[in-house]
């Protein structure tokens, strides 16, 4: 399996990449919490987690507003001075 994973560099702008990421780590959790013999199996109880999930469409909460992002941020994004209007 370990020959078929390939990585690659996030594209810019990815939040979708993020999203995923997070549905990726609550999987075991909710899904994968014992022992799966077949790869026929596993298939099989990834899709009905998946199936639930959209079922009900789960949502992710975001807890980081645009407000919080650019105080944390701060020495990444320093703030620039306006230029002054002409008169």
Do not use: F
Request: charged share 25%; proline share 10%; hydrophobic share 40%.
């Amino acid at each position: 399996m370990l020959d078929r994973l390939a990585c690659h560099p996030p594209p810019k702008h990815a939040r979708w990449l993020t999203m995923a990421a997070i549905d990726i780590g609550v999987l075991p959790q909710q899904c994968l919490e014992r022992r799966l013999d077949h790869v026929a199996w596993l298939r099989r109880e990834i899709a009905a987690w998946e199936a639930r999930r959209n079922t009900h469409q789960v949502k992710i909460p975001w807890s980081c507003t645009m407000a919080v992002a650019r105080q944390n941020l701060t020495k990444l994004y320093p703030v620039m001075d306006s230029p002054e209007p002409p008169s």
